[in-house]
T-cell receptor
Framework: GAVVSQHPSRVICKSGTSVKIECRSL??????MFWYRQFPKKSLMLMAT?????????EQGVEKDKFLINHASLTLSTLTVTSAHPEDSSFYIC?????????????FGNGTRLTVT | KNEVEQSPQNLTAQEGEFITINCSYS?????LHWLQQHPGGGIVSLFM???GKKKHGRLIATINIQEKHSSLHITASHPRDSAVYIC?????????????FGKGTHLIIQP
């Protein structure tokens, strides 16, 4: 079945540095990739939707300049947390619907646990 | 914005018990997803429903569009079923509204 690969699974970085998270669709083309953030014991919150070949759509309250999203190809989307701060520590996870619709089954990456010290 | 409520928030049961997790939403939808999140964080899509009932192994998912309610059932539960189960609803319009997620039900099955 469809597989989404996310790297790294865990990263610890110092405050002020930038961290890049990659999400790849391994056996299908993903024109759309969703990026979520999850704080402990909280529900998944959609941060942004990346679209291959165009600008990402950000949810209200998510800083575009802080969370840079690039959807460089039909199989790769990246999220870069710039100038990370301890409050950015969270679980970040991507997902892609193979047919590009919210009404298609979703396939998730395994997530990235970011800790900013 | 759709409100998604799951119940119970936490559930501990003995191996073999029949488990029911409920999900209610406030606005009409085009699709409802049941997801399973394991302790490490990875998420697996269990079902996508727009009407009726679906069954996969020991898992059964039902949806009542008129009542805006869905249930996930686990028969003959097993400790490996221990996970967080998340309900998410989507819209036919898609777009930036995306999916709305419930807070999840933390299920523990004791041997």
């Amino acid at each position: 079945g469809a597989v989404v690969s996310q790297h790294p699974s865990r990263v610890i970085c110092k405050s002020g540095t930038s961290v890049k998270i990659e999400c790849r669709s391994l056996d299908f083309q993903a024109t759309t990739m969703f990026w979520y953030r999850q704080f402990p014991k909280k529900s998944l919150m959609l941060m942004a939707t990346s679209n291959e070949g165009s600008k990402a759509t950000y949810e209200q309250g998510v800083e575009k300049d802080k969370f840079l999203i690039n959807h460089a190809s039909l199989t790769l989307s990246t999220l870069t947390v710039t100038s990370a701060h301890p409050e950015d520590s969270s679980f970040y996870i991507c997902s892609a619907p193979p047919r590009g619709s919210y009404n298609s089954p979703l396939h998730f990456g395994n997530g990235t646990r970011l800790t900013v010290t | 914005k759709n409100e998604v409520e799951q119940s119970p928030q936490n559930l501990t049961a003995q191996e073999g018990e029949f488990i029911t997790i409920n999900c209610s939403y406030s606005v009409g939808i085009s699709a409802l997803h049941w997801l399973q999140q394991h302790p490490g964080g990875g998420i697996v899509s269990l079902f996508m429903l727009s009407s009726g009932k679906k069954k996969h192994g020991r898992l059964i998912a039902t949806i009542n569009i008129q009542e805006k309610h869905s249930s996930l059932h686990i028969t003959a539960s097993h400790p490996r079923d221990s996970a967080v189960y998340i309900c998410a609803v989507g819209y036919s319009g898609g777009g930036a509204d995306g999916l709305t997620f419930g807070k999840g039900t933390h299920l523990i099955i004791q041997p």
